[in-house]
């Protein structure tokens, strides 16, 4: 069986359900153990839990009452620092009251392509499991923030899992900032993984392949093709897409954050976009969630100024996907536009 765990609110409800259903179409054995940041999603898995029989929830007092360090955390940082925060914390919980073998946490904004199981396979010879962020090599320069990204990452119950996790813990309760402290070389709750592979000598595996962690920040690597209702990297199948930046500013207009990564336009990758903004979509209808909010990115309320911001977008029209780009706009006038439109 694979154990994983993400959390979410009802913001990302529908990202975590699509989550959900495409682990289940892939994985026959496993439970996932869902954080509920908010009363709502808490509320729609109770009433709903035939529907999920993988599933158990979880409330953020469960973990805090077995936390303190944690708790007392949510004083000196911010809400998005907070959650940095439970990266370690969660799985560490998990382990330990559930005596769980492994845990795999992962980020609700993530769909599976093909069985994961080929990744957990590696436990057999590891304890950990991480995710690269493979930097297309127009943007190397964002190395100094993380070799890795915490997205997608596997701890063994054993010595080095526990003990990879207490510290990477003990390192976030003590400095999780949204910023990069260049004088102590820290960045949120991923920088702290550049030394797994000298902390832990041949413990830690790390996903150098090119269909696991696809995101923006990589995409320039690979060619990626949609073959039937198959998607395939380089011409071997993709095992999941994280789905970063990616913002539904309503049924038509949504950013993908292409622009900030370079990442160049893939009809694949157009696909791909459009059949993930569909699955959402048909969950943010049954929730009433016109416009999805966020907690890192905050925006105007105001479409103009959403789109003038991001700078190029998609447009959903026809069952198709269009790029709309407003960078022809100098820079100025686009601030100037937001600033009125505000």
Request: charged share 25%.
């Amino acid at each position: 069986m694979l154990h994983l765990t993400t959390f979410f609110d009802k913001n990302y409800l529908s990202r975590g359900l699509v989550l959900y259903h495409s682990l289940k179409e892939y994985t026959s054995d496993f439970e996932l153990y869902i954080l509920c940041l908010d009363d709502f999603t808490r509320a729609y898995f109770e009433k709903n839990k035939k529907d999920f029989p993988e599933v158990r929830t979880l409330q953020l007092a469960d973990i805090e009452e077995n936390d303190t360090d944690l708790a007392a955390a949510k004083s000196n940082r911010s809400k998005i620092e907070y959650y940095f925060t439970l990266s370690p914390c969660l799985p560490l919980y998990l382990l330990k009251k559930y005596n769980l073998p492994h845990i795999c946490s992962l980020d609700a904004d993530i769909l599976f392509l093909n069985s994961p199981k080929p990744l957990f396979d590696q436990l057999n010879d590891f304890s950990i499991v991480i995710t690269p962020h493979k930097f297309s090599k127009e943007i190397l320069h964002l190395s100094e923030f993380g070799l890795y990204n915490v997205s997608f990452q596997i701890f063994k119950n054993n010595e080095t899992g526990l003990a990879c996790l207490h510290k990477w813990k003990e390192e976030c309760i003590e400095y999780c900032g949204d910023q990069y402290d260049k004088v102590n070389d820290r960045f949120a709750d991923q920088k702290y993984l550049d030394k797994w592979l000298t902390l832990y000598p041949n413990e830690v595996f790390v996903l150098n392949d090119k269909i696991s962690g696809i995101a923006p920040w990589n995409l320039n690597n690979y060619t990626i093709e949609k073959v039937g209702n198959k998607y395939f990297s380089d011409g071997e199948q993709m095992i999941f897409y994280h789905f970063h930046h990616f913002k539904i500013f309503n049924s038509s207009w949504a950013s993908n954050g292409f622009i900030e990564y370079k990442a160049k336009h893939q009809k694949g990758i157009d696909a791909l976009y459009l059949d993930y903004w569909d699955a959402i979509d048909s969950y943010n209808n049954q929730f009433a969630i016109v416009e999805e909010d966020s907690t890192r990115y905050k925006t105007s309320n105001r479409l103009l100024s959403k789109l003038l911001k991001e700078k190029v977008v998609y447009k959903r029209k026809n069952n198709a996907l269009e790029h709309k780009s407003f960078t022809y706009i100098p820079k100025f006038i686009r601030k100037l536009i937001i600033k009125i439109d505000a």
